[in-house]
Each structure stands twice: as structure tokens, then as C-alpha cells.
């Protein structure tokens, strides 16, 4: 949890800028107390953030996706130094040296992979250094601090992780929190990405067909399927294997039903996304607002906003209180709820074929047709149940439903901060793994003796090590294409949620970041048009030049919503035309591996989805 960080000594922000991305509802007031503690602050990140202007952090730029390389060389300074924290290591890993390999002796363990026992390369600090593009005396300046000061906190974010191979560099991440002994320890961090705080079910049912996982594809494959099927490869999607259910093969796609998303917009590879839409027979939309998805779509059902239905929520991604949510006003127009929606559909999919029988009933057993007009009295007895059942029972909660509703809040009162895995360090609980151990060797990948009946499709290492991504700086690519585009969140929308609302795109202009020594060569000033471009497509946006972004490397925030011209350029600058839509085996997105080649153009860039692209009060304005 973030109230942790108060405590901590050190804080490496890896790929982190909680000044855009805050994990938690209090970060900023725990980075704060931190500070004040005279905790220090560094961040690894090609582009100087304003976090780090806030924390006053050491910035090591880096190139995109070769985190792993660094944090590799960083493990062999602190090995090769015997800085490890080898009582930790014996005690609660597996696979972390010779001696933790259990009963999988014979295999790869992790510090030889490092000392280069096995490929004759040890990842070296010099080595890394020719990767990531980091000093080699900076990897060993930041090896020390980690392994010395304690307690430290390495918040491995998800931004270097949205990569091909991004799980190498969050795997890594664990090893060198588990071989610095801080895990389970307040002021340390054992996270990457993960919930501190999460109920112990679901208000509303679910039964046996809830989760399709046997049957789902990658999401950012499904164009590559319908291009391509049925000339496609299960591993190629992600599919996992069962010949038990639906045999394992490639879905031949007719449709797709967009809930609650604004996955066309936000998946890769957009262009590739276009080609596929345009094959299926229906495409199917539920949201609150017509977005890009929505634009594309065949059937619009409209769905009422938080606004106007009964709920409850905890703070994304964590933070350790309930918020009641009351009904503020009917649903407007013709708008339904999700769940309202979902159990019509289930009646009429029932009515349509026999064999679904009952299905109405089985997937809002609350409930009777008659919910699809009224759904109030059957939502508050779910929430009711949940609170008495799971939240009271399980969570130890006083607090009664009706004290909840007119509280509007529940805050959990804890005896202490919550540190993850405190139990499994001081009271010998097992890690929730095969093993119960901390598994730097991942028990089920080095079990795998076939690759493709795997959901993977390709061999994952069983160890983390360094991989090289699919594009990069030090790709052959880069000489065709020689800007690196990274793609992170936006400070002035959710996503895409909130692009539409014109006085916060009168704040902010969508923009494409340049290091000014780039900027220069190619004659590029702050403001001027550019085109960015590959193989994939190409997008128009204003420039903003700076020295706060390593040199070849450029910044283009997701979630513009998209507007293509004829050619199927992106007038708005969505970067997920140029992205690719090639998952790395264990499943990330690859967001982040987008080579690309930049200059000044007289296409025009349209920041907005109206004629003016501003506010509408500068219209009343200018009437005044």
C-alpha cells in the first residue's frame, strides 16, 4: 500500500511518474511525508517527468525497453560485490542461486545466468551499458544504493512492462527486490503491478460460462484473426489449447461486441484494426458516449453512467476504502444499465435456442424479465448481500449497509501499515506460488516441456533474462526508422476518457515531444507541424521541443481519439497507428515498441471533433 512509501529511504521510480499515473488515493501525501524524511528520489525513464522535478530525483534517461539489460547489470554488481541479502535469498526464494534450485537442480538458476556461468557473457554493468545507453559507473552508483539503503523501494511501473518482452523486465524487478531482502518489509515495495486491497467476491453471480478463458484470444490479435483466419496458428492469438473445448482452434470472428471499451481506439496497430472491422458482419457498442469505437460501430446501446445506477467502488488501483455510489438521477433517454442490458439479452438468447434454458434466470437469479424496466430494489439487495456477506464477514467490518449509505464512506482502520507479503516474511506463511517460495525460476514455465500447447505459443525463460524487444534503438529497423516512439498516459484525460470535453483540450494540446538536439537537425521548432510515420501508418501533430527526453526518442501520449483522412492518416494523433499489434508470448501489450521516422509537414493536424477544437465558451466569449 502507498502509505508504505512514507517510510522508505530510497524510492526508484522505474518507468513510474505518479505525478500522471498515482497508484493509490493518497500517493502524492506519502511521496511527501517520504521526502520530508529525507528519503531520496531516482527516476529511470527516457523522459525527465515532472515527478521528477517534484522529488527532486537523480534521472538516469534510458533507452526504451532495455530495462532488463539494466537491471541485469545492476544484479551482477551486487552479486559479483556479495551486496545480495543471502539469508533472505536461502530462506524464501527459489531459483535465485545454485543453492535455492530445490528439486529443479540441473536447471538455469538465476545468479549464473548473470555471472555468465552458462552463455560465456556476464551481464556486466559495461555490458548493459552498451545496451540501455546508461553509464556503466551510473548502473553501479544505483546497484549500490538499492542493495545498501534500507529499507528501499523499487516501483517497477507498467510502462517498461507494455513491451515485447515486457515481462522479463517486471520478473527482473522481483529478483533484484527479493536479492536486496525487500520484500515483506515496511518502506520496501514487492510490486509491479498488483491490487493491496481487494474484496473477497463479486456482488453480483456468476456462474460456470462467467470467465471464457479456455476460449478468449488476446485482445490485440483479434484483427490479425480475422485477417488471416483460417490461415492462422493458435499461438499466433494466444489460445490456449483444450481439446476438451472448442478444440483449441482459431475462432473464425463474425462480430464484435464492444462493452464498456474504447478498444478500437486504444488497441495497436489501428490501420490493421480498420482492414478488420470493415470484414465483420456486426459490430456492437455499449457506452455512455460515442466514442471513436462507437463511431465505427453498427449498433449503439446506449448506458447509463455512474450517475444513474446503484454501486459501490473501491479507488483504482488500490487504496483501502469503499465509496458508496447512490443513484443521482433516472437514466436519461433510452439508456440501460450494463447488468439491465446483459439479463435481456440473456432471456432473449434463451428464447431464440432450447438448449440455454433458464439462462435469464441463471445469470441474474435475483431477478425476474422485469428488471430490464426496473432494477433498484434487485441492485440494492445484491450490494446489500455483498456487504454483509463478503465485506462484514470476511473483511471484519462493523459498519452496517444502511451506516454505509448514509456515511457515503468506509475507511478500513489498520493497526498498522499494510505491507505485502509482511506474513509470508515474519510469520513463514507460503508465497502463493507452486513452490510457496519467492519463484525467480517460474516452476510452471520450466515444467513445460511443449510450447505450443501452452496458451504462450512460444518459449517463455524460466529465469528472467535479458531479450531483445521486437524494434528498438539498437534494432536493425532504427536505420529506416530512427526515433523510438513510446506512448505513456496523459495528466489531462483517462485514456481516451475525456478527450471529448473541449475545455480540458483547451488546456492541453495533443503533441508529440522531440529532444531539442533532434529537433535542430531536422529543423524542427516548438509548435511547428509533423508528420510520424512507419510501415503501420502515420499521424499529424504539433511539435514540442525540449531537452527533458533522451535523444531519439519520442513522447506521443495514447487516447487521442482518432480521425483518419482518406489515406488513412491520424489527423489527431492517436500513436496506436504506428504500434504493433505483435504480443510478446506472456501476453503484453506492445505499446512501446514502436520505431518510427519524424519530420515537418503541410498536412493539418485536427486536435478536436468539432469545427472550433476549443472550448464552446470561447464562442460566448467572443459574442460578449
Known sequence: EDDTFAHSKLIIMWGWNPAYTFHGGNTFYYMRMAKQRGCKF????????????????????????????????????????????????????????????????????????????????????EWAAAICGVKAEDIIKLAEMYAKTKPAALKASWAPGRASYGE???????????????????GGCAEGVGKAWHSESVAYPYDENANLWWASIKSDRWAHCVLNYPNVKREELGLWPREDKLDGQPPNIKGI??????WFNQLTNINKEIQAIEKLELVVCMDSTITPSGIWADYLLPIAT????????????????YIHRPKVIEPLGESKTDFQVFTELSYRLEALD???????????????????????????????????GSVQHHQH?????DEFKKHGTYKFKLSEPHVAFREQITKGKPFETPSGKIEILATQLADITDWTKTQYGYEIPYIPKWVEPFESLNHPIAKQYPFHLISPHPRWRTHSIFNNIPWLRETYEQEVTINAS???KLDIKTGDTVEVWNERGKCVVPAYVTERVLPGVLVLFEGAWMDPDKNGVDRAGNPDFLTLDNPSPAGAFAYNNAMVQIKKTDLVHRPGWDDLAVARSSVFRRDM
Request: charge should be neutral.
Open 42 to 125: 531516482v527516476l529511470v525513464d527516457p523522459q525527465y517527468t515532472d515527478s521528477a522535478a517534484v522529488y527532486d530525483a537523480w534521472w538516469i534517461p534510458i533507452k526504451p525497453n532495455t530495462d532488463a539489460a539494466m537491471m541485469a547489470g545492476m544484479a551482477h554488481h551486487i552479486f559479483t560485490n556479495n551486496l545480495q541479502d543471502q539469508k533472505f535469498i536461502n530462506k524464501f526464494c527459489l531459483g535465485m542461486d545454485a543453492g535455492t534450485m530445490g528439486e529443479y537442480k540441473g536447471k538455469e538458476n538465476f545468479k549464473d545466468y548473470i555471472l555468465g556461468t552458462y552463455d560465456k557473457t556476464p551481464k556486466t554493468p
Open 168 to 186: 522479463q523486465y517486471n520478473r527482473m524487478a522481483a529478483a533484484l527486490q527479493a536479492m536486496t531482502g525487500n520484500i515483506g518489509v515496511l
Open 257 to 262: 461486441f464492444w462493452q464498456g471499451s474504447d
Open 306 to 321: 455512474h450517475f444513474e445506477r446503484h454501486d459501490v467502488a473501491l479507488p483504482w488501483y488500490k487504496g483501502h476504502y
Open 354 to 388: 432450447p438448449s440455454l434454458k433458464n439462462l435469464g434466470k441463471r445469470y441474474n437469479p435475483r431477478a425476474d424479465r422485469s428488471y430490464f424496466q426496473n432494477p433498484d430494489a434487485t441492485d440494492e439487495a445484491y450490494l446489500k448481500a455483498w456487504w454483509e
Open 397 to 401: 467490518v462493523t459498519m452496517s449497509w
Open 518 to 520: 533532434d529537433a535542430k
